[in-house]
C-alpha cells in the first residue's frame, strides 16, 4: 500500500514540477516578447523619416490607374503597431492623406478622384531586424 501512495506522490510532484517549469517558460517568452517589441518600436521611430522617404518612392513608381498619379502624400505623426494573425510578422500602420492629379496626355480633370484627398493607411513590415515598406497603401480603413 505504501508503494502505492509513493508512486501517486511521485507523480504529483512531477506534475507539479512540469507546470512550474512551462510557466516559467511561458513568462520569459512573454517578456522576450515584450522586449522584441520595444525594440522594433524604437527602430521604427529612428528609420520614420527613411521608411516614409522608400515609401513615396514605391508610390511613385507604383502603377496606379491609368492617366492618374500622386501629387502630395502627408503622414500623421501616430504610429499603430499590429501583428499580421497569419505570418506573425509585426507591423506599423501610418496614416496617410493623398492627393491624385491628372497625368499623361489623356486628360481626367473629370474624373471624380482627381484633385481630392483621400485617407489611407501605409503599411510597414519589421523582419526581425529591419523596417521596410513594399508601397502598400490601405484605402477605406477607418
Not at 502627408?74 to 492623406?97: H, K, Q, W, Y
Given at each position: 500500500?505504501?508503494?502505492?501512495?509513493?508512486?501517486?506522490?511521485?507523480?504529483?510532484?512531477?506534475?507539479?514540477?512540469?507546470?512550474?517549469?512551462?510557466g516559467?517558460?511561458?513568462?520569459?517568452?512573454?517578456?522576450?516578447?515584450?522586449?522584441?517589441?520595444?525594440?522594433?518600436?524604437?527602430?521604427?521611430?529612428?528609420?520614420?523619416?527613411?521608411?516614409?522617404a522608400?515609401?513615396?518612392?514605391?508610390?511613385?513608381?507604383?502603377k496606379?490607374?491609368?492617366?492618374?498619379?500622386?501629387?502630395?502624400?502627408?503622414?500623421?505623426?501616430?504610429?499603430?503597431?499590429?501583428?499580421d494573425?497569419?505570418?506573425?510578422?509585426l507591423?506599423?500602420?501610418?496614416?496617410?492623406?493623398?492627393?491624385?492629379?491628372?497625368?499623361?496626355?489623356?486628360?481626367?480633370?473629370?474624373?471624380?478622384?482627381v484633385?481630392?484627398?483621400?485617407?489611407?493607411t501605409a503599411?510597414?513590415?519589421?523582419?526581425?531586424?529591419?523596417?521596410?515598406?513594399?508601397?502598400?497603401?490601405?484605402?477605406?480603413?477607418?
Amino acid at each position: 500500500m505504501w508503494a502505492f501512495w509513493a508512486v501517486c506522490g511521485a507523480a504529483a510532484v512531477i506534475a507539479l514540477a512540469s507546470a512550474a517549469l512551462g510557466g516559467a517558460i511561458a513568462a520569459r517568452k512573454r517578456r522576450q516578447s515584450r522586449a522584441a517589441l520595444a525594440l522594433a518600436r524604437e527602430i521604427f521611430h529612428w528609420r520614420r523619416e527613411w521608411l516614409e522617404a522608400d515609401f513615396l518612392t514605391m508610390l511613385s513608381e507604383s502603377k496606379s490607374l491609368q492617366g492618374l498619379s500622386w501629387s502630395d502624400c502627408e503622414f500623421d505623426d501616430d504610429v499603430a503597431f499590429a501583428r499580421d494573425r497569419g505570418t506573425g510578422r509585426l507591423c506599423g500602420l501610418v496614416a496617410i492623406t493623398l492627393k491624385m492629379e491628372s497625368s499623361g496626355a489623356r486628360r481626367m480633370a473629370d474624373v471624380e478622384t482627381v484633385g481630392v484627398l483621400r485617407a489611407g493607411t501605409a503599411v510597414f513590415y519589421f523582419d526581425g531586424q529591419r523596417w521596410f515598406c513594399d508601397g502598400r497603401t490601405i484605402f477605406n480603413l477607418n
